[in-house]
């Protein structure tokens, strides 16, 4: 072990030392670049893509290109990045992750690496986790890449399918992952090949990395359509369900899982009026309590999701941000409508979808930048292929994080934040108080207006002002109190009057089961070699230490009372709580990865077998092609392998093409197949049925060729959705196969195998059933 950390901590000196070096070189340049005019910097642009339109590499240019984006940044924004900036800039066109201390300048270190893949003119996607931040770095930003000559765009929401294609088209992209992922969904559903937005996926450079490729990746995203009526069975099932008592139902508090106990299941058969539960004819039944058990007793309002204009609107527990649009899967958001009392939306199909892993994997570079990231480090280099690089500090960091003060119960602690936060702003120290859920953040705010201390509060419910709010939070006798919105992309800077008293004060309301939260927020002190603290209050009580062993401490605050302690015990007993769930949320995750690897490969089949039949004007050869394969089926099922002659039964194949929708007047005759064998048999017949179909469609063939693609897109579509409803459905149940002693993985691959080749199957049985059913009216001129 000591010498594997140690190989670690050497490969991380010299990759630094070689980041170091690239740096150096570039800040040789900085006399020659900055003696250039502003066109002859501007030439440069052109002068790096003829030499790389010429043979030579990004490498090739990488120095110098750094050495002028460097410049203009000086130029055009007033900002001249040092010399940790270029290694970050360096470590991400490695495809690698700047870790980057807050107020160091991530989006600043950026362009470099920017520009630099930008000279390929294949297009570079900068993603990050929020329309607001997407449109500031590319006014801000791009003030840089256009000096320079390049073209930057800006892709949203409300944007049309054209002008989206014109951002995409951009040789510079700010976009969110989110929409960015939607279109490449979206791509892949359109019928005509104008109508894609995307040009390709090349090069993604991400901010707040871990944010999106971690803490986002569990949540698929997906596209869904078609109601299913299902809002009468929420009703019933949240009326029962807010009827039960404590013992009806059992909750697992690590898993957050929750089930009915024996005595509940009685009392579901009394009140739905049936005889067994459990019994086959009632599965949908015992869906729709389970989630009403789980909106009910385990989903809580302003922690996971807020009521908002009469709709549950997701909350990131991670953030803080509200996500309009997004809704639980499974019917877990339907429930929740149910439990609140607004408008149940209907469920949905689901049309198409995709992991942020699997797409952001699907780029040729992938790399990113983040304050905290390296606790995370073994999930990046397993499924991203990804180094955490840590970019040491332009000015060492003076911050002091004191130790966690820790109470038997909430009341206690939030006294003595509040007491803090008193003493705190009679002083006149600016400071920061960080909650982990918007109703913590509304408790500190009554707290606070009672204890009549003027403040600020930063959460979902109001992010309208958080311009305003971080803006004004670094000033003297500011309090604010903020969700973990406020950990990201937001730098707070100080006056010279609040350093002198001290800098910002950063005080945690709890610990996050996450340690990179954390960090995040005590990060939000201490930027630039500024002065700052931060302090994390910790109760018994929190969350985090009821699911590991909150109980172990209770007896030794018994003897305490209601004192305030700072135990080294406690606190490394929180690390190791926190280690433990983030080791679980990585299993989910990879978990997870596993299978949507399966639904991975097959995507991949499908779109690029779409985007084939999309790509072609005439796919008559596609249609020949199913009708061997669809052939070859019916031949194969009439054929006895059991004997070794005459074991092709010929009458039977002659019924399944009439099954085909070859009529009985344009069959194959039975004495015309006698004597072949299968594979003769299955080529007399195809060659028969194509030939037929040729001559139906031979006098219009040209006007006949945008509904033969029609046919074959939307076979493929419909069977394409159906598959993944399928799958989704497999995949709930599978994990029942570990009781019958099989691994769920391994069946959920065959089995999803085996579906995929059904589903392939029907859609050339389909298409060709559909080919030779279709009648042609030829008009009278």
Request: some cysteine; hydrophobic content about 35%.
């Amino acid at each position: 072990m000591a010498n594997f950390i140690e190989r670690l901590l050497n490969g991380e000196k010299k990759t630094l030392h070689k980041l170091e070096k690239i740096a150096d070189a570039v800040i040789a340049l900085q006399d020659s670049m900055e003696a250039l005019s502003d066109d002859e910097l501007r030439a440069k642009t052109q002068e790096f893509q003829e030499r790389y339109s010429k043979g030579e590499t990004l490498e090739d240019l990488q120095v110098e290109a750094f050495a002028v984006a460097r410049e203009a940044a000086r130029r055009t924004i007033g900002e001249f990045p040092y010399k940790v900036q270029i290694m970050g800039a360096a470590a991400m066109h490695g495809g690698d992750i700047a870790e980057m201390k807050t107020g160091e300048g991530k989006t600043l270190t950026s362009t470099m690496c920017v520009y630099l893949n930008a000279l390929s003119q294949e297009g570079v996607h900068v993603v990050t986790v929020n329309e607001y931040l997407a449109s500031r770095d590319a006014e801000w930003m791009g003030q840089i890449y256009r000096f320079l000559g390049l073209s930057v765009g800006v892709n949203s929401r409300p944007l049309s399918p054209l002008q989206k294609r014109e951002a995409y088209n951009c040789d510079i992209t700010y976009t969110t992952n989110s929409e960015l992922g939607f279109d490449y969904l979206r791509d892949n559903m359109v019928t005509d090949v104008k109508d894609r937005v995307l040009r390709g996926l090349h090069v993604a450079i991400v901010d707040e990395v871990d944010s999106i490729l971690v803490d986002e990746s569990r949540t698929p995203l997906i596209i869904s359509g078609g109601a299913k009526k299902t809002a009468n069975l929420y009703l019933q099932a949240d009326a029962f369900a807010k009827r039960l008592k404590g013992d009806d139902y059992e909750i697992d508090e690590k898993t957050r899982q929750i089930m009915l106990s024996e005595k509940g299941v009685h009392s579901a058969e009394r009140y739905f009026k049936i005889k067994n539960l459990y019994d086959i004819e009632h599965t949908q039944l015992v869906h729709h309590i389970t989630q009403a058990l789980k909106a009910n007793y385990i989903m809580k309002n302003e922690v996971e999701y807020v009521v908002q204009d009469n709709e549950i609107v997701i909350v990131d527990t991670f953030t803080g941000r509200t996500m309009p649009g997004r809704a639980y899967s499974d019917g877990l958001h339907q429930a929740i409508e149910a439990k609140e009392g607004v408008p149940i939306k209907e469920e949905t199909t689901t049309l198409a979808t995709i992991t942020y892993q699997n797409f952001f994997r699907l780029y040729d570079k992938l790399a990113g930048m983040t304050g905290t990231a390296k606790t995370e480090e073994e999930e990046f280099l397993d499924i991203y292929n990804m180094r955490v690089i840590e970019i040491p500090t332009n000015r060492p960091v003076i911050r002091e994080d004191y130790p966690d003060a820790i109470f038997a119960n909430p009341r206690l602690k939030f006294n003595a934040l509040i007491e803090e936060v008193k003493e705190l702003y009679a002083k006149g120290q600016p400071v920061l108080v960080g909650t982990i859920s918007v109703e913590a953040s509304e408790l500190v705010h009554q707290l606070l207006q009672k204890a009549r201390i003027p403040h600020e509060v930063l959460n979902a419910k109001n992010h309208a002002r958080e311009a305003e709010i971080i803006a004004k939070a670094g000033r003297p006798k500011s309090v604010t109190v903020a969700t973990n919105m406020a950990g990201r992309g937001t730098d707070i800077k100080l006056t010279e009057e609040s350093k002198a008293l001290g800098g910002l004060a950063v005080l945690g309301s709890e610990r996050h089961e996450s340690r990179r939260i954390d960090n995040q927020l005590r990060g939000r002190s201490g930027r630039q070699g500024d002065p700052g603290f931060s302090r994390f209050y910790v109760s018994l009580k929190d969350e985090l230490m009821i699911r590991f062993g909150g109980e172990k401490f209770e007896k030794l605050f018994d003897s305490l009372g209601d004192a305030q302690i700072e135990s080294k015990m406690v606190t490394k007993s929180i690390t190791q709580a926190q280690k433990r769930v983030e080791g679980y949320n990585y299993d989910v995750r990879k978990q997870l990865l596993d299978y949507d690897d399966v639904l991975r490969k097959q995507r991949e089949i499908m779109y690029e077998q779409r985007n084939f039949v999309l790509e072609n004007e005439d796919v008559h050869g596609i249609v020949r092609d199913m009708i061997d394969r669809v052939i070859e089926n019916v031949v194969n099922a009439n054929v006895d392998t059991s004997k070794r002659e005459d074991n092709v039964d010929y009458d039977g194949i002659r019924q399944g093409l009439e099954v085909l929708g070859v009529a009985a007047e344009d069959n194959v005759k039975v004495e015309d197949l006698r004597g072949k064998d299968a594979d003769e048999t299955a080529k007399y017949c195809s060659d028969y049925i194509f030939q037929l179909y040729d001559d139906k469609i031979s006098d219009i063939r040209d006007e006949f060729k945008q509904f033969e693609k029609t046919i074959v897109l939307r076979n493929m579509d419909r069977n394409w959705i159906e598959h993944i409803d399928m799958m989704d459905k497999l995949r709930n149940g599978i994990h029942l196969r570990a009781y019958a002693q099989n691994n769920p993985l391994q069946a959920y691959i065959e089995e999803g195998y085996e579906m995929f080749e059904e589903m392939q199957a029907r859609i050339a049985r389909e298409v060709v059933f559909f080919a030779m059913k279709v009648q042609i009216e030829r008009k009278e001129a």
